[in-house]
Structures are given as structure tokens and as C-alpha cells.
């Protein structure tokens, strides 16, 4: 599934939050840094599960863009999106 919102941090922020959510947060299903850039972030998990997580700033409207995505992590991306300042409702597709 893919899950959208926007929020109020930089997009720095997000991923390091990402970052330690998932390696902290998640006990029973952690997932751990395999790649990253600038604007996104690549975890994998448990039995090579992997969520992917982008964020890049929208200057039109000063908020940073989140677009996450995973088959296995749906409850914890919505977990972590709760721990953020959320511009914008989480959308789910």
C-alpha cells in the first residue's frame, strides 16, 4: 500500500525520524537502513520485508510531501505518521 500526507518538518526530519522509529518503535518487526538519499529512505525488515519512505519540501505550499510505501509495514507507517505533525489527513491507496 502507499500512504501520502504532508507535515510540517523538513524533509531531513522525516527520514531520520523514519530512521529511528522503525529501528526503535517497532520491536517485534524492526526494520533497518538498506539505502538512502537526500529525499528518501529504503528499510528492510524481518524475512526481507521493505518499506520505502520519500520526502521532499512542496514550496507552493511550505509543507514537506511524505509518500511511503510497503506490503508488510501498513500498521506501522500508520503508527509513525501519528508521530508527526500532519499538515494534511493520511491518505492510503
Known sequence: MTHTTTVSLSPADVLARAQQFFAERVPANSAFVEKQGPNFLTL????????????WEDKETSVTRVRA???????ALDRFFSTLPLASQVEVA
Open 44 to 55: 528492510r525488515g524481518q524475512g526481507g520485508a521493505e518499506v520505502v519512505i520519500s520526502a
Open 69 to 75: 510505501s510497503t506490503l508488510f509495514f501498513d500498521q
